[in-house]
Structure formats: C-alpha cells, structure tokens
C-alpha cells in the first residue's frame, strides 16, 4: 500500500510519522493487501488536532474518516479505528459475493441464527416449497434460465423425452443433469 503522510500548519516529527505507518499496517492486515493507498492529513485546528485519513481499496471502495484529539496520535488512532471498521464491512461484503457467485449460500448479517439441530431420535420434517410448473425446453433454454436466476437448481420436462429432468449448479460452475432412465 502506498502511503502519504501531510502535516498542515503542523511539523510532523519522524516519531510521529513511523506512529502513523505503524497503525496503518494494522489496517493493511485487515484488508489482506486489497488497500491500493492511502493519505493521511493531519493538521492543527486551534488547540485540536485533526487527522483526515482516506483508503483507496480494491474495486474503487473509498474509506474515509475524520478523528479530533488533542494529541496528533490520539486523533491518528481515532481515524484509523473508524477506517478498520469500513474496512471489516467491506470486506464481509467481498466475502458474501464471493461465497454467492460460486453457488454457495449466501450469508446475510441480519439473517436469525440458525435453528437448533434436531434431536437424534427426532423423524425428519418435510417442508413444502411453492409448487412451480415443469416446462418444456430444451437443454440450452434450461441452462440459460438457470444461469439467469440465483435458484441452485431447475426442474424442466424435456421435448424429446416423456419425464421430467433436473438442472443443477455444481460447485465448481459447471452444472449437472439428472434424468430419469427408462
């Protein structure tokens, strides 16, 4: 990550300098090297010093924060906190693309926990889904309608066959078919 350190109406001290580089390798490990650079300001306001940091990462994300202290590293800590908090949000946002782009499920912060699993002497429940109608196409309709759609799987009737086939994503991209013999 390339690093520029500014100090207005203020002398940074070399002390404070290496302060600085070393809270933003802090930060640096929370993105896994995904921060492109960042700029530090920190300039005296009155008897307040304020540090305006902003991180250019990946994927044209900004991160910017403001801190306000009366020390220079306070303020410099205080922004850097408020950045490494962007940063975690990024970069569970990358984290849930990236688990629902493969075909995985996709985890939503705000999603209840998980229930309880059953106990061992419990019977396993059915639970109905809404029923969707088997369509007539052919291989390549169902493929780009599944491709189009963010369900895992796609039952169609084949034209050429009497029966119904199942399309599904894999977890490798690719999908599979299931059809039944005879």
Known sequence: MKLTVTGRRLTLTDATRQDIERKMQRLDRVLNDAAVSAQVVVSQDGRVAVCELTVHARGDHMLHAVGRHARVT??????????????????GRWKTRRRGADGGRVLRPDAAAPEAAPAPDA???IIRSRARLA??????????????????????R??????????FRRPDG????????G
């Open 135 to 156: 369509k007539p196409m052919t291989l390549d309709d169902a493929v780009l309608a599944l491709d189009g759609e963010r369900r895992p799987f796609l039952v169609f």
């Open 174 to 181: 690719h999908f599979g078919l299931i059809e039944p013999e």
């Open 158 to 167: 084949r034209p050429d066959a009497d029966g119904v086939a199942i399309l």
């Open 74 to 91: 306070t303020a410099v800590t205080t922004a850097v906190e408020k950045v490494a908090q962007q940063a975690r949000r990024v970069k």
């Open 123 to 125: 019977e396993p429940r």
